[in-house]
């Protein structure tokens, strides 16, 4: 089943990181025939709106040229995942479809450190302590991602997107909506990391879908892991009928 033409896919980079995350597959979708977005996540720390909030509305602004009737499915990395409920409230067309990548699992009022506390709280409480003595994260090296993403040049463009977060960023809490999610939800794992929220994901009986291997195949392997992405939509809208 070939999604529907005027459905977009757009993809959410998580806000530690820039759009990059996305572009290779962005482009090997597009090469395919697919619509698809890769939106900004901006916000300001000076704006008096909660940083999620105007997250969710960069999303939405950078879709205000679609049709109205147009629909999209959002595809979220890493810290995206928790703003997909937000963003979904935000944007002027029907969700057809939430594929979380890699990515952390919705929970009403919960902060990103809520979330890290319920899977880790040893390693959560050490994380947070160091928040509250002004360290921000990430604060990754070349060093740190030479295995991971091998490209170089790939490898620099992705440090020099780097937004390491602090506190206040980590401490907010998101909002989930009365109702979400209203469109069907699927949960690609590619690392060991996230072995919880997977399993979460099957508890709440969404599709799960694998890629063992580099945490970055959109960069690494974006050739494969667009096909993933688009069987595991096939199976989705399938399951939804």
Aim: net charge negative.
């Amino acid at each position: 089943m070939r999604n529907d033409e005027d459905t977009v896919y757009t993809l959410i980079h998580s806000p530690l990181v820039g759009g990059l995350t996305w572009t290779l597959v962005a482009q090997e979708l597009s090469a395919r025939g697919y619509p698809v977005a890769v939106p900004h996540l901006a916000d300001q720390a000076t704006s008096p709106l909660p940083l999620w909030q105007q997250q969710a509305e960069s999303v939405a602004q950078a879709l205000d040229h679609l049709s109205p009737g147009q629909g999209v499915v959002l595809v979220a990395h890493s810290g995206a995942g928790p703003l997909l409920p937000a963003i979904s409230q935000a944007l002027n067309h029907p969700v057809q479809a939430y594929v979380f990548v890699d990515a952390g699992l919705p929970r009403d009022r919960a902060s990103r450190l809520d979330l890290m506390y319920a899977e880790d709280p040893d390693w959560a409480a050490q994380f947070h302590q160091e928040l509250r003595q002004g360290h921000t994260y990430p604060t990754w090296t070349e060093a740190d991602l030479i295995e991971i993403i091998p490209d170089a040049e790939l490898r620099r463009a992705l440090l020099a997107e780097l937004y390491p977060r602090g506190l206040p960023f980590y401490s907010e809490p998101l909002p989930v909506f009365a109702g979400w999610p209203e469109a069907p939800c699927a949960y690609l794992k590619l690392s060991g990391f996230y072995d919880n929220v997977a399993a979460q994901a099957r508890q709440r009986n969404w599709l799960g879908r694998e890629m063992p291997g580099a945490p970055f195949p959109m960069l690494v392997e974006p050739v494969a892991f667009t096909g993933l992405l688009l069987a595991t939509m096939k199976d989705l809208l399938e399951r939804a009928v």
